[in-house]
């Protein structure tokens, strides 16, 4: 797994109790999945299905700087599953797991459609070519 997109915990992402407020990082883990989504399928007619159970390991404060992990687990027919990690990016200490989140490939009409992939193709190739995520 590859922890691409970083973020730097500001006061307007916080919850009353002074930690990281759990919809702000859902929405980012839900756009950087989607996004990943795209990306692999090569179509931008995706759409979040199914989020396994969340695990909030533990908590992030105001100046830590955390990274979004996200790496394909299964190719369906006209779906792919995603498993998902959240950690501190200084300590690796993890925030946030999430074992399985769905997205299903969708026509123009916004009909399940066979998206035709059985392996990760985009793997920032140009980087290195043996990074598979
Ligand atoms: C996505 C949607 C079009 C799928 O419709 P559907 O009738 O469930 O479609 P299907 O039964 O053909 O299933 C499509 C795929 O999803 C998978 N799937 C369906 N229900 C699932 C579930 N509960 N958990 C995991 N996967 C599921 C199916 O296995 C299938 O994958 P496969 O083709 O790889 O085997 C429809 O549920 C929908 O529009 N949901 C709302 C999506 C949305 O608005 N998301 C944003 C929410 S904030």
């Avoid at 973020?7 to 009353?16: F, G, R, V």
């Avoid at 969340?54 to 779906?79: K, M, P, W, Y």
Wanted: glycine share 6%; proline share 4%; net charge neutral.
């Amino acid at each position: 797994m590859n922890f691409h997109t970083r973020k730097w915990i500001k006061p307007e992402d916080l919850n009353p109790n002074g930690t990281l407020f759990g919809g702000t990082l859902l929405r980012w883990i839900d756009e950087e999945a989607v996004i990943y989504a795209i990306v692999q399928l090569g179509n931008p007619h995706v759409v979040t299905k199914y989020i396994s159970e969340i695990n909030f390991v533990s908590s992030a404060r105001q100046g830590d700087i955390i990274e979004l992990g996200i790496i394909a687990t299964h190719f369906g027919n006209t779906s792919i599953t995603l498993t998902c990690e959240v950690r501190n990016k200084i300590t690796r200490k993890t925030i946030l797991s999430i074992d399985k989140l769905v997205f299903v490939n969708l026509n123009e009409d916004g009909i399940p459609t066979p998206h035709g992939k059985t392996e990760i193709t985009y793997a920032y190739m140009s980087i290195d070519k043996t990074n598979k995520d």
